[in-house]
């Protein structure tokens, strides 16, 4: 199962001349555990006038290849997994680490919360919008060795494919990232990027600008994580 890196993806269920507002929240945005703890709380609320319905799942994350990858697991649980969210009511969801497994190094899942779609709320004309929260789950052990990143560009059909290599223990959270060559900025992408897991590599395609270079031998990396800010010097490979 693949997801994108985003923490919020919306759906369009039906074709339509308009779209109605979504109305679940959740938060944190991220949950993070050191051992021993193993149990943390996150938070749903419904801002509608009607009740809706949600549905939680935990899966265990990876990168394989450059890619996002999910898989069921049952050693975390979520509590409960269906729930009906009254109007303007806050609810309490558990997420558990359930395996007495002690944990190595650092563990990744995803929560993914969606809210169900509702047939009898279906308006004729309008797009129903379904919200899927994507949310980073962490279990880490306190002797975990921080993330430490390399990073490779290659150029490639009117694009960059820039790779960043995590040979930590712990994962690297990748913001507000800028590209520029000669002082000039190439690449801009403010927020959120994605992950580097520990022991992983992870891939991002960056389109380049049509005014731009059409041949860069290196750029300069910045960047921000949780541990502080990130700069690198990149050579620029060709393209196959």
């Not at 223990?169 to 590209?179: M, N, P, T, V």
């Amino acid at each position: 199962m693949r997801l994108p890196a985003g923490l919020c993806i919306a759906t369009l269920l039906l074709a339509g001349t308009h779209a109605e507002a979504t109305s679940l929240r959740a938060a944190p945005a991220k949950l993070e555990l050191v051992a021993p703890d193993s149990a943390a709380a996150l938070s749903l609320r419904n801002e509608d006038t009607k009740p809706i319905n949600a549905q939680i799942r935990v899966f265990r994350w990876s990168q394989v290849n450059g890619e996002e990858k999910l898989e069921p697991s049952v050693d975390v649980a979520a509590s409960p997994p269906l729930t009906t969210l009254g109007a303007g009511i806050d609810y309490v969801v558990r997420v558990v680490r359930v395996t007495k497994t002690p944990v190595a190094g650092e563990e990744t899942y995803r929560l993914l919360v969606d809210e169900l779609p509702d047939a009898a709320r279906r308006v004729p004309g309008a797009v129903t919008v379904v919200v899927r929260y994507s949310i980073p789950v962490f279990f880490v052990s306190r002797d975990a060795a921080p993330a430490k990143l390399s990073w490779t560009i290659r150029q490639m059909n009117g694009g960059l494919v820039l790779t960043g290599s995590n040979s930590g223990g712990r994962h690297a959270r990748i913001s507000d990232l800028q590209l520029t060559s000669d002082g000039k900025p190439v690449v801009t992408r403010t927020g959120l990027v994605g992950y580097v897991l520990g022991g992983s590599t992870m891939q991002w395609t960056l389109p380049l600008p049509r005014s731009g270079p059409t041949a860069l031998r290196s750029v300069a990396l910045s960047a921000q994580s949780e541990s502080g800010p990130i700069n690198a010097t990149i050579a620029v490979s060709p393209g196959r």
